[in-house]
């Protein structure tokens, strides 16, 4: 042991540079933009998560066997949401001394960081040099896109459905390329894993396998960790079939219809304006050229993988779409844009190669551009257009005092000017209160295509009210036959430093002058009126 830490210092200073501290930089800067909205969120999760909250909760109430319903805003939602990941942060937080709140916090971040090492794993499995894959990983690392819906509360689930599905493409292209039974194996039990843990890592997993089976034109292994994936996944999906019947399975995979779906697909696909970033467009502009020279070269496949993702995948595609992006990006900068500053003879097996790292221009603007990158993916973190706020710590304690104050049964609206409820309180609401929000649309999904375009267009209808006064809250209520028992309006920037202090000023002085309306809470995170003339 007393020769051990010399000779290890030893090794690591014997190894170059070029292996070692550009993957560092990649790494600290994937840390920073992730940890950024984390340590401005007061100590709660940053956006959504409360639907997983209340779910995890139930499996540990129901011995971790799954309850045939969530208690989750009046326990009517079907217990059918893939599981993996709400087991996982129901384990860690009976084994684990931390409360299950901080596990929706650090978990995701956790679970966003190690999607940036598999990225780079199945990078090098499908690009030409370490110096691409390294690219393609930062790329990744840097678009906000990628991560935007992996470290809010929901990417317990999100994130693990992420990694394990990138894991399941790597080694599926290992699989198909060599044929050896280990990296079969292990297709099989992550596709399979990843299916258990999110819808969309389920789709994404799926046409993948199918779209690297097709280009190896391998239909015996295709369908081998095909089958595999199917037969692992039976463990959730098989019971799930057998209790709610296979139309409920598949209830939530096309809300919105085809046609919105193909719309918004093609114009993310024609726009290249699906990976958010806010001063220049750097991953966009050379997956461009990357693509374009692919093209150029005959080879259409990671455009095809783009425009599949992009066109199948209603709500969360552009994450999985920049996989295939961030890919063809590495070829943008290695084969288009650097040969224009400097010539590599051979890009070698180090992340760098040794013109560039002789090169202090080229060295120095590939560093200023991450570094650009970087503070455009944190400032994209404190905008009102990023999903990575918190509920403010003086909502909750409304929340609290409607826990304590109301009756079991209170119904409520939860009023915010969002439509989609993406700014974390229509959602957490019923979590932390245990009363019901009427137009909360999360869950909701479960219950069927129909039921779901009438709570979203409930809610749609309510959230105009926000910039109304209260006559706007009672025709709402008379067009849909009855009236809720309160009304919660939170109070200050609902979608971070850079949002408007208060989401519903006319209405709120409306209520309070209302006389059908009595204010019963009117702190500093919330109003709260209960409905005294009710339709």
Not at 227 to 232: K, S, T
Not at 260 to 265: A, K, M, R, V, Y
Not at 294 to 299: D, E, I, T
Not at 453 to 474: H, P
Request: proline share 6%; hydrophobic share 50%; glycine share 10%.
């Amino acid at each position: 042991m007393r020769g051990f830490a010399p000779t290890w210092f030893a090794r690591l200073r014997g190894e170059s540079a070029s292996k070692i501290v550009p993957g560092f930089v990649v790494g600290l800067v994937a840390f920073v933009v992730r940890i950024f909205p984390i340590a401005t969120s007061g100590g709660f999760p940053l956006n959504d998560g409360g639907l997983f909250y209340v779910m995890a909760r139930d499996l540990q109430s129901n011995s971790f066997v799954m309850p045939a319903t969530t208690s989750y805003n009046g326990g009517q939602i079907p217990f059918v949401y893939p599981p993996l990941g709400l087991y996982l942060v129901a384990v860690l937080h009976a084994v684990l001394p931390v409360r299950l709140l901080d596990l929706f916090i650090w978990l995701p971040f956790i679970l966003s960081m190690a999607s940036v090492a598999a990225v780079f794993f199945l990078a090098r499995e499908l690009l030409p040099s370490r110096f691409h894959a390294l690219v393609a990983t930062a790329a990744f690392a840097v678009t906000p896109v990628s991560y935007l819906w992996v470290v809010v509360g929901g990417g317990v689930t999100r994130g693990l459905g992420l990694v394990l599905g990138l894991l399941a493409v790597a080694w599926t292209v290992k699989f198909l390329r060599r044929g050896r039974r280990r990296d079969c194996a292990a297709a099989i039990l992550a596709g399979g894993l990843a299916i258990m843990s999110h819808p969309n890592a389920a789709l994404f997993t799926v046409v993948a396998i199918a779209l690297f089976g097709l280009q190896a034109r391998s239909i015996r292994r295709t369908a081998l960790v095909a089958f595999g994936v199917a037969a692992v996944s039976a463990v959730w999906w098989l019971p799930v079939v057998i209790r709610f019947g296979p139309a409920r399975l598949v209830s939530a995979g096309s809300l919105d219809g085809p046609l919105i779906g193909l719309l918004e697909g093609f114009y993310g696909l024609l726009s290249f304006a699906t990976t958010q970033e806010v001063f220049l467009p750097f991953v966009a502009a050379a997956g461009l050229l990357g693509m374009l020279l692919l093209l150029h070269r005959r080879s259409g496949f990671l455009f095809a993988w783009m425009a599949v993702e992009l066109l199948i995948d209603q709500r969360v595609g552009a994450m999985y779409a920049l996989v295939p992006l961030s890919l063809a990006a590495s070829y943008g900068v290695a084969d288009v844009i650097l040969p224009a500053f400097v010539r590599v003879t051979e890009y070698g097996d180090g992340l760098v190669p040794e013109e560039i790292r002789r090169s202090g221009a080229v060295r120095n603007g590939l560093l200023a551009v991450l570094c650009l990158a970087m503070l455009g993916g944190m400032a994209f973190d404190v905008s009102p257009a990023s999903l990575e706020h918190a509920v403010p710590a003086a909502t909750r304690d409304a929340y609290q005092w409607v826990a304590d104050h109301t009756p079991a049964d209170a119904r409520f609206v939860v009023i915010t000017g969002g439509p989609g409820g993406n700014e974390g309180n229509q959602e957490w609401f019923p979590a932390l209160t245990s009363r019901i929000s009427e137009t909360t649309p999360q869950g909701v999904e479960w219950l069927g295509a129909e039921k779901w375009r009438d709570v979203s267009n409930d809610n749609v209808a309510l959230q105009k009210c926000a910039s109304d006064t209260a006559d706007c809250l009672i025709t709402w209520a008379a067009a849909r036959g009855h009236a809720p028992d309160y009304v919660f309006l939170p109070k200050g920037q609902l979608l971070g430093p850079l949002s408007p202090s208060d989401c519903c000023t006319t209405l709120r002085k409306s209520l309070l002058a209302s006389a059908d309306f009595a204010v019963v809470y009117d702190g500093p995170g919330a109003t709260i009126a209960r409905w005294v003339s009710r339709p």
